[in-house]
């Protein structure tokens, strides 16, 4: 698939718990998505009385013009995928035609919870590799569909600093998917898990239960280590 830029689609609660492999404990931490866009998860979170923070340069935009930027985008994107069917993996959203729907219902949740949640402070507008947090305000760090998906537009530098920003927010971070929009394994995903792990942590991939890029079905789990890099000696 090409795209010139980073594209404003979201997927649902649902598809969040399956990309991160979410548990009903970890849906009680206290989590910041990064790069929601019009992403459901938030609202639907709200929805179940649990609450997120998510960040996105996005919600600098009202409603309309996130839906208009979803409407300029969706019919190329369907049409990609139409054309590649080899590329794709329908157990979970069935076909092109129902990916589109679930898209846009998507889409119409956020909306119908976006005016509402940004007077909450639910949906923050801001960018990595950069967070406007104090260090470890959040158990959980959520991002999916940006990093290593789009390592064609993003450095591995931009990748190093934005992951190191979310780990000092959160005490852990999940990314999904490690695939690029090229259906190949990131070349970043080796080297962050190098340095992030030379420097304490403990990052190490996972099989998760959602796959729509065809062997899109991991996701890089990144820890703060139990255990201090001098051993505990002061
Ligand atoms: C493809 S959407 C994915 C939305 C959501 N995470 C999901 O998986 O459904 C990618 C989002 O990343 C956002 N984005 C782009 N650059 C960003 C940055 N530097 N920091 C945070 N978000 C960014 C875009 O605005 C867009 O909403």
Redesign the pocket.
């Known amino acids: 698939m090409k795209l010139e830029?980073?594209?404003?689609?979201?997927?649902?609660l649902d598809?969040?718990k399956n990309?991160f492999a979410l548990s009903e404990g970890d849906l009680e931490k206290a989590i910041v998505?990064?790069?929601?866009?019009?992403?459901s998860?938030n609202a639907e979170m709200w929805g179940l009385g649990k609450s997120v923070v998510s960040?996105?340069?996005?919600y600098v935009f009202q409603a309309e013009e996130i839906e208009r930027q979803f409407d300029a985008v969706v019919d190329d994107i369907i049409e990609q995928v139409k054309s590649t069917p080899a590329d794709w993996v329908w157990s979970y959203h069935g076909s092109p035609d129902y990916l589109k729907q679930n898209r846009r219902r998507?889409l119409r949740r956020f909306i119908a919870d976006y005016d509402g949640g940004k007077a909450d402070g639910r949906y923050l507008v801001?960018?990595?590799?950069g967070l406007d947090f104090e260090d470890g305000r959040f158990e959980l760090a959520?991002?999916?569909?940006?990093l290593f998906?789009?390592s064609g537009h993003?450095s591995y530098e931009?990748h190093l600093a934005?992951i190191l920003e979310m780990l000092r927010v959160a005490a852990e971070v999940r990314i999904?998917p490690l695939l690029t929009l090229m259906l190949e394994r990131s070349p970043y995903v080796q080297p962050v898990m190098k340095a992030v792990t030379a420097m304490g942590f403990l990052a190490n991939v996972e099989m998760v239960n959602y796959e729509l890029q065809k062997g899109g079905d991991e996701m890089l789990r990144i820890r703060r280590s139990a255990r201090p890099l001098n051993g505990g000696r002061a």
């Open positions: 830029k980073v594209v404003p689609f979201g997927r649902s598809e969040y990309m998505g990064v790069g929601d866009g019009p992403a998860f960040i996105d340069p996005l998507v801001g960018e990595l590799p959520l991002c999916s569909h940006l998906l789009y993003l931009f934005s999904f």
